[in-house]
């Protein structure tokens, strides 16, 4: 058996949209939002709802930039809220006394999927709106991976999860 390299192979098309939507607190760099922008992107989103000085660098999230749409609120309760009343699933992504193993998730094919700043992570008002949070196993130090690592590696899941959309 012989490879040969693809480079810019085409995108596997989806039977139905995807169903999974990213909600992000105020991030403290937007290199950390261009990485979730082009990684949401390769996995078939069109859409992120953040807070705070939301904008993408053009280098790093590539053609993410062009195929999704950033939609910048003031605050996260209320969308949260409206999600919920929308039939989202919320599952916010963080390391608490009772999150689940992602290895051992399920996930609801429509869901929303909280994202929480680099720093403090989600804050107590968001964690009482989630229905669900889930956490990615660490076998090292430091203690948690990267904000736009971890998003990536629970859009994957997700992704392993719904490979059809």
Not at 135 to 157: C, D, F, H, K, R
Request: aromatic letters at 6%.
């Amino acid at each position: 058996m012989s490879f040969e390299h693809l480079r810019h192979k085409p995108p596997r098309e989806l039977a139905q949209p995807r169903e999974l939507l990213i909600v992000c607190a105020p991030m403290r760099s937007n290199v950390n939002l261009s990485r979730i922008a082009r990684a949401a992107s390769c996995c078939g989103l069109d859409r992120i709802v953040c807070t705070g000085q939301a904008s993408l660098d053009r280098k790093i999230a590539r053609d993410g930039a062009d195929t999704i749409t950033i939609e910048v609120r003031r605050t996260l309760p209320p969308v949260l809220e409206r999600l919920r009343d929308e039939g989202y699933r919320l599952v916010g992504l963080e390391q608490t006394t009772d999150s689940q193993d992602m290895h051992h998730y399920s996930f609801q094919r429509k869901t929303a999927l909280v994202i929480g700043n680099e720093r403090t992570g989600l804050t107590p008002d968001l964690l009482k709106l989630v229905h669900d949070v889930v956490e990615i196993p660490v076998w090292g130090l430091p203690y948690s991976y990267n904000v736009a690592t971890a998003t990536t590696m629970a859009l994957y899941e997700y992704c392993r999860q719904y490979p059809e959309g």
